[in-house]
């Protein structure tokens, strides 16, 4: 009787402890590439360790390098917006320019061309733009860009992907089960959470 008794105390105490291991770490969710509790407090890197060990299939290396995968992503995003932006702007003075030098082209050329045709001389009117080249570098970082963010948006939604993934994963495997019967050593009481 008194085996018994212990056997229940120790079984009630493992079940309650069970339940808060299960209701610190089972509804864990991600803020960017960091895990937070269901309680709202962030997981450091030994917690995450320790819990991504306890679920087959998922490992601590592969929780860092989809973190980084998410942050260069993110990165290259926010690196490529701003090249572009840069590159419209630069594109946009160039337009001006070249559309302002061109109207004062055309001025200048309309006010001589008389005059050179009164006096019999051929003027030599080169138009040679000096916006030409802040067009094209416009052009050529806007382009840039274009591709970076295209990249960036595919590196960014595939290791966000992954990572809800992980975390999915941990928390359909997370609940607390207890079971008696054939375990991996023999008969017996296992607790798994």
Same mark, same amino acid.
């Given at each position: 009787?008194?085996?018994?008794?212990l056997?229940?105390?120790?079984a009630?105490?493992a079940?309650?402890n069970?339940?808060?291991?299960?209701?610190?770490?089972?509804?864990?969710?991600?803020?960017?590439?960091r895990?937070?509790?269901s309680?709202?407090?962030?997981?450091?890197?030994?917690?995450?360790?320790?819990?991504?060990?306890?679920?087959?299939?998922?490992?601590?290396?592969?929780?860092?390098?989809?973190?980084?995968?998410?942050?260069?992503g993110? @990165?290259?995003? =926010? $690196?490529?917006?701003?090249?572009t932006?840069? !590159?419209?702007?630069? &594109?946009g003075v +160039? *337009?001006?320019?070249?559309a302002?030098?061109?109207i004062?082209?055309?001025?200048?050329?309309?006010?001589?061309?008389?005059?050179?045709?009164?006096?019999?001389e051929?003027?030599e009117?080169?138009?040679?733009?000096?916006?030409? @080249?802040?067009? =094209? $570098?416009?052009?050529?970082?806007?382009?840039? !860009?274009?591709?970076? &963010?295209?990249? +960036? *948006?595919?590196v960014?939604?595939?290791y966000r992907?992954?990572?809800?993934?992980?975390?999915?994963?941990?928390?359909?495997?997370?609940?607390?089960?207890?079971?008696?019967g054939?375990?991996?050593?023999?008969?017996?009481?296992?607790?798994?959470?």
């Amino acid at each position: 009787m008194k085996r018994l008794v212990l056997i229940l105390a120790f079984a009630a105490i493992a079940i309650t402890n069970a339940c808060q291991a299960d209701a610190q770490y089972n509804d864990i969710y991600r803020k960017g590439a960091r895990l937070y509790s269901s309680d709202g407090t962030r997981l450091s890197p030994e917690q995450i360790s320790a819990i991504f060990q306890s679920t087959d299939g998922l490992s601590y290396r592969d929780w860092v390098k989809n973190s980084r995968g998410f942050r260069a992503g993110k @990165g290259l995003l =926010i $690196a490529s917006g701003s090249l572009t932006g840069a !590159g419209l702007v630069t &594109l946009g003075v +160039g *337009a001006v320019g070249l559309a302002v030098e061109g109207i004062a082209f055309g001025i200048g050329a309309g006010m001589v061309a008389p005059i050179a045709a009164a006096t019999g001389e051929t003027p030599e009117i080169t138009y040679d733009s000096k916006f030409r @080249g802040v067009a =094209i $570098a416009g052009l050529v970082m806007s382009a840039t !860009g274009m591709a970076g &963010l295209i990249t +960036g *948006a595919t590196v960014y939604c595939v290791y966000r992907k992954r990572l809800n993934g992980m975390v999915d994963t941990y928390n359909e495997t997370a609940a607390a089960s207890l079971s008696f019967g054939m375990q991996r050593n023999g008969v017996g009481l296992s607790l798994n959470f």
